[in-house]
């Protein structure tokens, strides 16, 4: 945990795991994330639904979710619409809920619960502000009644978020009462200070109980895929080229935008009310650009049309662009098939485009 203390949250996920499931989608495409991370690898969705293989996906159900985060949008866009159902919760109605068949609204973060970790060894449990508006409901809240609904043998899930928060927390001391009453945070009861390398007295949690060079876990689950267990140097995917001299970077961040959160809500888009990329000054005072200009970002994947923020905060042959603008979708200009083959995270920030001047600013 992020506070410095130990809970059984991972335990908790993993306790109930359905016996005899089939293989979590993208297990076969990325072993190792498979064997690390309890959860799907969503970049082999797409494609494990429009091709049925290894087998059908035929109904999703999902909070908050944005295609457009993904590289190659559109594939994702396409695979969404072959579902024979699909039902979104979320805050807004996003372009991914419209192509939902049900869509549900989700509570803000005013009207939920929360448990909050922090470093130092102190934790929060936030209670609405507010309560749930209209028909909404909390992610907990839905997940507990699916499971009633549904008979899962699974008494804290059914039990609701209280309930798991006080199983995951028992052994830390803190009292869910306290948390709750406080104002503020509260430091875990007993915390002793970080020493050192002590997580060594006990052995790292590696098959061999060392702190590997060679990975165990590497050497077994990547075998098939060709997976060196030793730390190798990968070439980029893309390197910015004569065709495409610009590195694409469109895994940053804006401070005004979160996903679907804010990306959409009047006030803080009035920080950033156009799709912009940020490039250097250098590479603008080169091409004759100013802020406000119309400019084209293009690769062999697509093209996006934004206006231009010469900045001093990129590096000369650089362009930043944030994801998500239904107008300026830069993950059509991401690749789907460039993914780290240990993890499958895509290359949000190793891309390559070029940039052409569209139109001036007239103002």
């Not at 979710?65 to 979104?88: M, Q, T, Y």
């Not at 996006?304 to 998500?324: F, R, S």
Request: glycine residues 8%; hydrophobic residues 35%; proline residues 7%.
């Amino acid at each position: 945990m992020s506070g410095g203390f130990e809970t059984l949250e991972e335990e908790f996920e993993q306790e109930k795991t359905p016996a005899g499931y089939e293989d979590r989608i993208g297990a076969r495409d990325y072993p190792v994330w498979a064997a690390l991370v309890h959860q799907m690898q969503a970049l082999s969705m797409p494609d494990q639904i429009c091709t049925g293989k290894p087998y059908p996906i035929r109904g999703m159900m999902a909070l908050g979710l944005n295609h457009r985060i993904f590289p190659d949008s559109d594939r994702f866009r396409e695979a969404l619409g072959k579902l024979d159902f699909f039902v979104d919760f979320d805050l807004f109605l996003t372009d991914t809920a419209k192509m939902a068949d049900v869509v549900l609204p989700a509570c803000s973060s005013f009207e939920r619960e929360e448990i909050k970790t922090y470093p130092g060894g102190f934790t929060k449990y936030y209670t609405p502000v507010i309560e749930p508006l209209y028909d909404s409901r909390n992610d907990a809240r839905i997940l507990q009644d699916l499971a009633k609904r549904m008979k899962f043998d699974d008494e804290l899930l059914c039990g609701g978020y209280r309930r798991c928060i006080e199983h995951i927390f028992q052994h830390t001391g803190y009292d869910i009462g306290e948390l709750e009453a406080s104002p503020l945070p509260v430091k875990a009861k007993g915390l002793q200070p970080y020493r050192p390398l002590a997580y060594l007295e006990q052995g790292c949690k590696t098959p061999s109980g060392k702190l590997e060079l060679y990975s165990e876990i590497i050497a077994v689950n990547g075998k098939e895929k060709g997976l060196e267990p030793l730390p190798k140097w990968y070439e980029p995917f893309t390197r910015p080229s004569k065709e495409w001299p610009f590195l694409l970077l469109a895994g940053v961040r804006i401070p005004n935008a979160i996903h679907t959160q804010l990306h959409k809500a009047s006030w803080p888009r009035a920080l950033r009310p156009d799709a912009m990329a940020d490039i250097s000054l250098a590479d603008a005072k080169r091409m004759g650009i100013v802020l406000g200009d119309e400019i084209c970002l293009y690769n062999q994947f697509g093209s996006i049309t934004v206006k231009a923020n010469p900045t001093g905060l990129v590096e000369e042959g650089q362009v930043y662009m944030y994801h998500g603008y239904a107008e300026a979708d830069v993950s059509k200009l991401l690749s789907l098939q460039d993914t780290d083959p240990y993890s499958g995270f895509p290359a949000y920030k190793s891309a390559s485009c070029n940039i052409r001047k569209v139109k001036g600013n007239a103002q």
